[in-house]
């Protein structure tokens, strides 16, 4: 059937489709957006978020520490930095011959819950001086054990300990027997002479107090290497 007067003819007697719309060209870049950068909105996320996980790293798995003095010579140096597993005693106890890493005793603080997070979190990040000092030395008597120094040679429950780790030269002092009580630990620094330890000074330490187990030097690259 012929259109109006004027109307166009379709070709061959099939109409033609309506057209299409226009239709965007794809990409794959997202919308610009004008100002700040959304890299920046997202910085203080990633930088607390980073915070956070070393905070926890360090109060539950592994810590650094930095050896401040000779009392441990030649296993450590001063300027050494250890890291210490503290989980190694989670599920036991220390090993006699364990270089253990523990608490001084603590400053009095009455800080209540908020502050003693904010200490935490301070004292974790390093911007405040802990409330005690840390010291490191060698596991040689166990709770329940007795230990005699004759003439520098450690005798634990009546046998000498072979101790190839000690510095030179030798300490010769003579310590008499005692017991170490339940709950303790007897420590001593590799180097006698110059180690403030359970014979004098530090006395017996608290299972409680220990921090965990130093296992492996890191620093500087000259000494890096396993703790024995």
Known sequence: ????????????????????????????????RSGVP??????????????LLALLIKTFLVQAFYIPSSSMEPTLLPGDRVLVNRLAYRFGEPARGDVIVFDGPSSPTDDGPVGAFLRWLTEGLGVARPSHEDFIKRVIGLPGDVVEIHRGAVYVNGERLDEPYLATPRDRRSFPPVEV???MLYVLGD???HSGDSRFGLGFVPLGRVVGKAFVVVWPPSRVGWIR
């Open 1 to 32: 059937m012929a259109g109006p007067p004027g109307s166009p003819r379709p070709a061959s007697g099939v109409a033609e489709p309506p057209a299409a719309p226009p239709v965007e060209p794809a990409t794959d870049r997202p919308a610009r």
């Open 38 to 51: 959304s890299f920046l909105l997202e910085l203080p996320g990633l930088v607390l978020l980073a915070l």
């Open 181 to 183: 009580p339940e709950g």
């Open 191 to 193: 180097n006698r002479l």
